[in-house]
Every structure is written in structure tokens, then in C-alpha cells.
């Protein structure tokens, strides 16, 4: 029973900023990091009493959310750039577990929210409704007929996440009080909650669709400055929609994520 765990920083238990503790090299990034490869193995934990076999987690955060030397000895680590997406590695998942995720930009009380780049990226849509990472991974991982069962990551996260798997296991770590800052939960709390959580996740497995948006799509990028859209645009895959704006196109979500790189 192979599951996939798509790994990001900014969900975890007491991490509240991007300078210090999820950019590389912020004064508190390692402990930061530290504290999430404690949720993901608690998630392992869980995910492996309730029938997980070989759990592959894959470190999605774009300058390295895990510390290698502490993962779960049952683990199988995909880390470091350039890679493709899991899907495109020729293995079969049984379910995808989002852990430590973030809302998308601009959501009220999303704790480190952006899409994609909190240093660029102003908005994203995908055939015109707004999209963020967590969305967008669910829809990737629904192409290939697997379901996301699991969410943990602020309450602004989980009800993302809900809004396309209503049934979803979401464990809420942290409560937004602005964009950095939170009423969290302790480390330990929430390893506890996250085991207990994809332990239940594993039952939903066959219970929850995989979930699809219909093709064609075209994928919107809303940047902060228009020199970043003006970059962009010169790749000859990328059209040109206003100042700030470009979008591509594509048949499936693996090519929108390819074209994205
Ligand atoms: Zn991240």
C-alpha cells in the first residue's frame, strides 16, 4: 500500500514567518524544518497503522521543508530541483496525503498564504476560479485516478482543502490571526492529532473520489510586478493577458504543470 505524502513548510505547528523560518537560510529555518519531519513521521506513524506500507514523502517546499537526517526510517524521500511531479516517476499511489500546506494568496487569516511565490505570484486561476497549491494538487493527483485523503495545515488550509474534498481528513495545527501570525497548537499536540488523523485517512481510501476539474484549462499567473509577467511571456508557451498577467493552456493538469516549470 504505497501513499504519497506531499510535504510543505508553512502548515506546521508554530511556524508563523517567512523570513525566519521558511526562506532559506532565516535564522530559525532548521528548527522550523525539524518540527515538520516530526509531523510528517507522526503522519507516517499514523498512515502506517492504518495499512500504509511504503509511505514516499515528497518535499514540495521550494527550498527544502524536511530534515533528511530525522525522517522516518520507513520512508523514501523524493527532494531537491529540478524534479517532475510524482506522477510523472512511473509509480502507482493508492492515496495522496497533503501535510503542512498553506491557503492561497489573499485568503483572510491564511497563515503564510500565497500561491505558489509569496515573493511574485499575486493570484492564480485555473479556468477562471482562483487555485492555489493545495487545489491544484488535488486536481493533479485526481488526473491520475488517485484520491487526497488527507489535509493538515492552519483552519484557512483545511477549508481550502475541503472546498474540493468535502470528506477530507483535515487536521488544523494552527488558527490564522493574520498572515503571520497564529493561536498554535503545540509540536507534540499536533504530531498527536496529524497520527491520529492519517491513521483515519487510510479508511477514507476507497471512500473518496478522486477529484477532477473538467479539461481543457487554461492556467492564469497574476504577478506582483509586470517585469516578472514581461519574463515570463518571452517563453513561447506563455501569452501575454495584461501588464501584470499571463496564462497557458493545456489538455491535462500534468502539461499545465510541466508548461508552470
Ligand atoms: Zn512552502
Redesign the pocket.
Known sequence: MRILILC???GTAGVVDFKTQ?YDGGRDNEQAKYLATLEINALIDGAMEGGATDPIVLD???SG?INIEHIHREARVIFGRPRGSAWEMGLTFEAQFLYGH?AMENTPDGVLCHSWSSRSIANCWLNDELIGEIGFNIAHAGEVGVPTVFVSGDRAAVDEARRYVPDIEGVVVKEGLSRTAALSLSPTKARDLIQEGARKAMGRIGEIAPYTIPSPYIFATEYQSADSAEARAAREDVERVDTHTVKITGDTIAEISKKRR
Open positions: 510543505d513548510l508553512e521558511t514540495g517546499h521550494g521543508g498553506h
